[in-house]
């Protein structure tokens, strides 16, 4: 399976952006799809999770309440909305997936949140 992000870019605190997760070559049915983030000098966090089975929702404290997570089966794609950005969200957002054959990540869209 790859996974491609789409709709990082720069937005002033306050604002939104939804981010877009496209599975290629397979589905995301499975186990575990997500979102986690790496800020430069910081470790990778994760932020936001579906437990594909029931559809279940897990946000990291940093983020509940500002940011969404859902998914289209129909379209393999798993979406992250987020709203009321901060510039402590500034960082790089990756794609997971986790399924009976591993991990797969995304490689990564760039979300920068100015002053």
């Known amino acids: 399976v790859q996974l491609v992000e789409t709709g990082g870019g720069v937005v002033q605190a306050g604002g939104s952006l939804r981010l877009s997760c496209a599975a290629a070559?397979?589905?995301?049915?499975?186990?575990?799809v997500g979102w986690f983030r790496q800020a430069p000098g910081s470790e990778r966090e994760g932020i936001s999770l579906?437990?594909?089975?029931?559809?279940?929702?897990y946000y990291a404290d940093s983020v509940k309440g500002r940011f969404t997570i859902s998914r289209d089966n129909a379209k393999n794609t798993v979406y992250l909305q987020m709203n009321t950005l901060k510039s402590e969200d500034t960082a790089v957002y990756l794609c997971?997936?986790?399924?009976?054959?591993?991990?797969?990540w995304g490689q990564g869209t760039q979300v920068t949140v100015s002053p």
């Open positions: 997971f997936y986790r399924d009976y054959r591993g991990e797969f």
């Open positions: 070559g397979g589905t995301l049915d499975y186990y575990v």
């Open positions: 579906i437990i594909t089975s029931d559809d279940s929702t």
